[in-house]
Nanobody
Framework: VQLQASGGGLVQAGASLTLSCVIS????????VGWFRQAPGKERQFVAA????????YYGDSVKGRFTISRDNAKDTSYLQVTSLKPDDTAVYYC?????????????????WGQGTLVTVSS
């Protein structure tokens, strides 16, 4: 299984980006997708997650109202729309897959990880 995250970049505060995560080579059926981020010197932090059906989305407190997670199962792709970016949002953003239909909030709950895409927000 491979997860390819993309869409990061250097932006100014207040800008928006759309991150994408393409899942390929999977041999399992249903899966949830999570997005996490890790800033330099900090632990990996939960950002958002979405169930297999896409009916339920969950967000970390620091991104609620600014980030939106979605998915297109026909394309095996998840998206993370990030808006009103702040310098504190600067981090490497990772997408991850959790087997099954339900999401999780913990890093240890996810079985597969992408390589990450860097988002840098300047003030």
């Amino acid at each position: 299984v491979q997860l390819q995250a993309s869409g990061g970049g250097l932006v100014q505060a207040g800008a928006s980006l759309t991150l994408s995560c393409v899942i390929s080579g999977r041999t399992f059926d249903r899966y949830a997708v999570g997005w996490f981020r890790q800033a330099p010197g900090k632990e990996r932090q939960f950002v958002a997650a979405i169930t297999w059906s896409g009916s339920y989305q969950y967000y970390g407190d620091s991104v609620k109202g600014r980030f939106t997670i979605s998915r297109d199962n026909a394309k095996d792709t998840s998206y993370l729309q990030v808006t009103s970016l702040k310098p504190d949002d600067t981090a490497v953003y990772y997408c991850a897959v959790k087997l099954g239909v339900q999401t999780g909030w913990e890093v240890r709950e996810y079985q597969y990880w992408g390589q990450g895409t860097l988002v840098t927000v300047s003030s």
